[in-house]
């Protein structure tokens, strides 16, 4: 349990802050569950384990709407 605790405050610094963190991850596990393809190479099948390890990968980040 606190390595997933030491993990999430990682990516909360690495991209922003929780909002930011919990936006990101919303977003891309929604694709995941569409059938978007993994940018990570990972065991697990569980979307929100994929995106999490690729938001520690640097594989995606959070772009504002008003830069799409």
Do not use: W, Y
């Not at 990516?11 to 963190?21: A, K, N, P, S, Y």
Request: aromatic residues 2%; charged residues 40%.
């Amino acid at each position: 349990m606190e390595e997933k605790i030491r993990i999430i405050d990682e990516l909360e610094h690495r991209v922003g802050g929780r909002f930011q963190l919990t936006a990101l991850l919303q977003k891309r596990i929604r694709e995941l569950v569409a059938g978007a393809p993994r940018l990570v190479d990972i065991r697990s099948d569980n979307p929100i384990d994929i995106a999490i390890e690729e938001v520690r990968a640097g594989k995606i980040e959070l772009v504002p709407e008003d830069a799409e």
